[in-house]
């Protein structure tokens, strides 16, 4: 199983960006996916993760400015970053709770990373 995270980049404060990983590999099962951040020298943290229902969670400094999506069909989650600022710029992780096919038990797996840059 692979996800690979795409969309990073340099943009200005109050600019947009959209995010987007795609799971790979032998899955029977996509249960809660999502972002994760890690800016240099700090801890990485939660951005926002969505169920396979659909059920969403944010982390307080991102709410009412990203929006976190799925597709099911594609094994692929989304996230709308608007109104980005500084405090924002980070490598975003996505990360996501996997069953595979012909096994029992899901278990958790992680992007490579993308950067993202919010300066003039």
């Known amino acids: 199983v692979q996800l690979q995270a795409s969309g990073g980049g340099l943009v200005q404060p109050g600019g947009s960006l959209r995010l987007a990983c795609a799971a790979s590999?032998?899955?029977?099962?996509?249960?809660?996916i999502g972002w994760y951040r890690q800016a240099p020298g700090k801890r990485r943290e939660l951005v926002a993760t969505?169920?396979?229902?659909?059920?969403?969670n944010y982390a307080t400094s991102v709410r009412g400015r990203f929006t976190i999506s799925r597709d099911n069909a594609k094994n692929t989650v989304y996230l709308q970053m608007n109104s980005l600022k500084p405090e924002d710029t980070a490598v975003y992780y996505c990360?996501?709770?996997?069953?595979?096919?012909?096994?029992?038990?899901?278990?958790?797996?992680w992007g490579q990373g993308t950067q993202v840059t919010v300066s003039s």
């Open positions: 990360s996501a709770e996997i069953l595979r096919t012909s096994t029992y038990y899901a278990r958790t797996y």
């Open positions: 590999g032998s899955i029977a099962r996509i249960n809660d």
């Open positions: 969505i169920a396979s229902a659909g059920r969403t």
